[in-house]
């Protein structure tokens, strides 16, 4: 067979661009949510530009892609950047190309926004209208400033009822840190431990009983997929059966049934904010400074890598106010 003939058969096995993008990601070490939105983001791209595939394209079309995203899309502008990175990580990681025209790129500039706060009276009327496991997973984001997939991912063997801390494992950017574990929720969360207990037992019965684990650990102890510790401490209600292996598995509780929970339980509370479940780490942190806490304790605790990221928590200090009187009010002075 001659070279010219060998041509369209190589081609035909290079993996598509998809899979090549899949492939960098997974061995660069990105988090699936990170490979989700990328992938996704760059379909979109070349959806936009008519299915021309990406290394026959360049500056141009990615500022023209990100331009319609902001003009006809009206995006915000943390979202113009996510649809930047996937484009840039695309040309730099997978095509291996060099981008002079990068410097020509207008990103997106993101205003700093003052976070929603909800007051303690506010926090404990929303927790009043929460029962069950997803009242405890609210206590423990407003309690140890979990952010919810923390909250969701929980195991175990990361909780330590000795020392009173939470382990968070591959939190935002992939690091661990250690969280509170609040007092007022120690007796809950055993409650709720004691269930997943009797739970696992039940699976193991019948031949269930399994987990999902990082890495490669499964390949390495074929077993701990069914070990105690290594179950999640909100399991969901309902088991899966893992493709690859063949295991009968119970994922942790969906985010989304938290946050539907909590929605619900703020519009009973008739509270006036747009408060989700990421407000009780905001409502978290702005308390922790009320009290007198410094900013570098809360930054360790909300595991933030710089603590310019924890100072936008200082604007909406009510303490700071506390003597200031507005001009206002003197003016009805009798």
């Known amino acids: 067979m001659t070279s010219g003939e060998n041509q369209p058969l190589q081609a035909s096995r290079r993996p598509k661009l998809l899979d090549q993008v899949r492939a ?4 660069r070490r990105c988090s699936r949510r990170t490979e989700e939105a990328y992938l996704g983001w760059i379909k979109r791209f070349i959806v936009h530009h008519g299915m ?8 141009r079309e990615v500022a023209e892609f990100l331009t319609s995203l902001a003009v006809r899309g009206r995006v915000s502008a943390s979202t113009q950047n996510q649809a ?12 291996e190309q060099n981008l002079p025209w ?5 990103r997106a500039r993101r205003p700093p926004r003052i976070p929603v706060v909800l007051t303690r009276q506010e926090v404990r009327l929303m927790l009043d209208g929460l029962v069950g496991m997803q009242r405890l997973m609210a206590l423990l984001m407003y309690g140890a400033g979990l952010r919810l997939l923390e909250c969701c991912r929980l195991r175990v063997k990361d909780i330590d ?3 009173n801390q939470i382990t968070v494992r591959c939190g935002k950017g992939s690091l661990d840190r250690v969280a509170l574990l609040p007092q007022v929720a120690r007796s809950d969360l055993a409650c709720q431990l004691e269930v997943v207990r009797r739970q696992h037992a039940r699976d193991l019965k019948q031949n269930a ?16 997929g069914r070990e105690w510790h290594w179950q999640w401490c909100f399991p969901a209600t309902r088991f899966y ?41 905001h409502s978290f942190a702005t308390h922790l400074l009320e009290d007198g806490y410094d900013i570098r304790t809360v930054q360790k605790l909300l595991g933030h890598k710089n603590v310019s990221t924890t100072m936008i928590y200082t604007h909406v200090l009510s303490s ?15």
């Open 102 to 106: 990068m410097r020509d790129i207008v």
């Open 24 to 27: 960098v990601m997974r061995l």
């Open 241 to 281: 059966v893992d493709k690859e292996t063949g295991q009968r598995r119970r994922h942790h509780l969906h985010e989304s049934a938290v946050q539907r929970a909590v929605k619900q339980a703020v519009i009973r509370a008739e509270i006036g904010k747009a408060a989700s479940c990421h407000t009780l780490r």
């Open 52 to 59: 021309q595939h990406p290394a026959q394209m360049g500056g």
């Open 209 to 224: 009983g399994w987990v999902e684990l990082p890495d490669a650990l499964a390949r390495k102890y074929p077993a701990a």
């Open 161 to 163: 009822f000795a020392t």
């Open 320 to 334: 700071r106010w506390a003597g200031v009187r507005s001009p206002a009010d003197r003016v009805f002075d009798t």
């Open 84 to 95: 930047l990175a996937a484009l840039l990580f695309l040309y730099r990681r997978v095509l």
